[in-house]
């Protein structure tokens, strides 16, 4: 059974500095999707990653993937107010296209 | 375009009524997907459609919980004898082929008293 782990769950970031959310999955797999929550909202698709190697980047974030660690990375660059959310990355395996496994999530405060 | 829809946005019945929970998905994309999210977790897998019919529907915690997408785009999710346990926020994705990204829908939200 595919297993998701983030770490860490909650991350309370400073203004203006780097900080990165780790994602890791037990099943060969390779892809990886991003989503971001708002409170009392639905899920956002950030990234979609589909192969090995594969680094994605959209303003202050960067995503990239290593299957053969099976290790996703959020990388969050000079962290402001806006991008205070929940973070969820989920995977599928070989044998269940489509059936998402997600992680627990981490919850990112950036404050002043 | 017009996203994923969901109705209705909020449900509160009573322990051992029966719920319907509507999805409309994006025009066009063939796989619907039903997850399950409780409060402070991620979302939860429960069943997938390719098409009209359930290609994974491994998730369904138990019997009491149904779901049909009979002409290939709208899909209920049907909660029979409903229980406390059950609340939580109901979301549903779809995508234009199952190996394809996944939209998701604003919720459901249930509550069961």
């Known amino acids: 059974e595919l297993k998701v782990e983030q770490n860490p769950l909650f991350l309370s970031m400073q203004e203006g500095k780097n900080y990165t959310i780790y994602c890791n999955y037990s099943?060969?797999?390779?892809?990886l999707y991003w989503y971001r929550q708002d409170p009392g909202k639905s899920l956002e698709s950030l990234f979609v990653l589909l192969s090995n190697g594969a680094v994605k980047q959209e303003g202050r974030l960067m995503a990239s993937l290593d299957t053969k660690a099976r290790l996703s990375t959020l990388h969050i660059t000079a962290a402001v107010h806006d991008l205070s959310a929940t973070y969820f990355c989920a995977a599928d395996s070989l044998d269940s296209w489509g059936k998402f496994q997600f992680g627990a999530g981490t919850q990112v405060v950036v404050t002043p | 375009g017009a996203g994923v829809s969901q109705t209705p946005s909020n449900k509160v019945t009573e322990k051992g009524k029966y719920v319907e929970l509507r999805c409309d998905p994006i025009?066009?994309?063939?796989?619907l997907y039903w997850y399950r999210q409780s409060l402070g977790q991620g979302p939860e897998f429960l069943i997938y459609?390719?098409?009209?019919?359930?290609?994974?529907d491994s998730g369904l915690p138990n019997d009491r919980f149904f779901a049909v997408r009979p002409e290939g785009s709208v899909s209920t999710l049907k909660i029979q004898r409903t229980e406390r346990g059950d609340s939580a926020v109901y979301l549903c994705?779809?995508?234009?082929?199952?190996?394809?990204?996944?939209?998701f829908g604003p919720g459901t939200r249930l509550t069961v008293l």
């Open positions: 025009s066009g994309h063939t796989a």
């Open positions: 459609f390719q098409g009209t019919g359930a290609a994974d």
């Open positions: 994705a779809s995508s234009l082929t199952p190996d394809n990204e996944q939209f």
């Open positions: 099943t060969t797999s390779d892809r």
